[in-house]
């Protein structure tokens, strides 16, 4: 776990997750890159946007302005996860979370979806994309939605620049700002932080064989029961794993299953 700590940089999904606890991290996150447009009120790692139907999101940073605005941050390394179609799944499911029956329209906060991602997604060899929507005429839309694109792999001696620098950089010592470095070398560095970073890449490698033994078990159910949805399998506790276990070869049928599961 050392050494693989030792390689981290703040754009790994688990690191950057430990270094964006801190209010002063976000706080420098949110000057570059939208200067003095937002203060911050708020912020949650991690946020949780479960769905009972439709897929889940997990968002790495959501940030509440004391200007209204909303604003979902995340750190990607792959082009796939970082999407178009992905930045507007985002939105909708922020939409609808945040939203209330009886609500006015006119209430809807600005949002923004940010994606600071390792490569050129987009291909069109900016460091700052700023997406929205447009009308014909040339006017803006209206909608209050934003998508921005942040592409690390270009830096250059801006703030924004150095920032794409330090979100590649694992030598603390080679980073620009000085929040960061501190972050930074706590967990790299520092006994404590060396141990907290250490439990969370075990839980980390716990999760990943927890979700390959939930991959088996639905693969087993699909061939029980064919064309069912077995999204649910993921959300069960432990007991209710085992309970799968037990009662995967029994002669029932799928609701009798599914009453024993969640009984």
Not at 37 to 65: G, P
Not at 171 to 187: A, G, Q, T
């Amino acid at each position: 776990y050392l050494e693989v700590l030792n390689k981290l940089r703040p754009i790994d999904d688990t690191f950057m997750r430990m270094i964006f606890r801190d209010h002063q991290c976000v706080e420098l996150l949110m000057k570059i890159i939208f200067g003095e447009q937002f203060s911050l009120k708020r912020f949650e790692t991690q946020e949780d946007h479960k769905q009972v139907v439709s897929r889940s999101v997990e968002l790495d940073i959501v940030v509440y302005t004391h200007e209204g605005a909303v604003i979902g941050i995340e750190v990607e390394k792959s082009k796939d996860n970082a999407s178009p179609i992905r930045a507007r799944y985002h939105a909708s499911i922020l939409d609808c979370d945040l939203s209330y029956p009886g609500e006015k329209w006119s209430h809807f906060p600005e949002m923004y979806v940010v994606f600071i991602c390792e490569e050129d997604v987009l291909k069109n060899g900016k460091m700052l994309d700023h997406i929205q929507r447009y009308r014909e005429d040339g006017n803006v839309f209206g909608d209050k939605l934003h998508i921005i694109y942040l592409n690390a792999s270009m830096q250059d001696e801006t703030a924004l620049g150095k920032l794409m620098h330090d979100m590649l950089c694992s030598n603390p010592n080679d980073m620009y700002y000085e929040v960061l470095r501190k972050r930074v070398s706590y967990f790299k560095k520092q006994e404590g932080g060396k141990k907290t970073m250490c439990e969370a890449l075990e839980e980390l490698v716990n999760e990943a064989k927890n979700e390959g033994e939930i991959k088996k078990l639905m693969k087993l159910l699909l061939k029980k029961f064919p064309n069912k949805n077995f999204e649910w399998v993921k959300e069960c506790n432990k007991t209710q794993l085992e309970k799968i276990d037990d009662y995967i070869f029994l002669n029932i049928s799928y609701n009798d299953f599914y009453k024993l599961v969640h009984s």
